[in-house]
């Protein structure tokens, strides 16, 4: 019987500091993990790797959060994507659930409400 893997978290956040951290805990709550530094190289990991959920920042060099999480759902439509941003609006979470985004959250995050978000995008 093989054993199954845990759900890789793709965490894309410019702030290296911030993925680290997410990192820790993801570790702690038994995901993997990859982090990349923009939206750009997100979409393009997308592209080659399999991943089960994408903890998105909206504000990065060479291409925005939004903007990444149209273009990922132009070819994974079902795959989840978590909006994680410090400058919250009702603009801004309105054009990320327009993108397809499944959740939104402001930073500092809330980790506990962050594992549940997790979890229910996951099923």
């Known amino acids: 019987m093989t054993e199954k893997k845990p759900p890789l978290v793709l965490v894309v956040d410019d702030d290296s500091a911030h993925c680290l951290m997410l990192a ?3 570790e702690d709550w038994s995901y993997q993990s990859m982090q990349v530094g923009d939206g750009q190289k997100a979409v393009e990991y997308v592209r080659t790797h399999p991943v089960d959920l994408i903890l998105m920042d909206v504000r990065m060099p060479v ?3 939004i903007e990444a999480t149209r ?3 132009q070819f994974k439509p079902k795959l989840p994507v978590v909006i994680m941003t410090a400058y919250s609006s009702v603009t801004s979470a309105a054009e990320a659930l327009e993108a397809g985004a499944s959740d939104y959250l ?3 995050l809330d980790f506990k409400a962050l594992k549940t978000v997790m ?3 996951l099923k």
Do not use: H, I, S
């Open 71 to 73: 273009r990922v759902k």
């Open 63 to 65: 291409m925005d959060g």
């Open 106 to 108: 402001t930073k500092p």
């Open 119 to 121: 979890e229910r995008v």
């Open 24 to 26: 820790t805990f993801l």
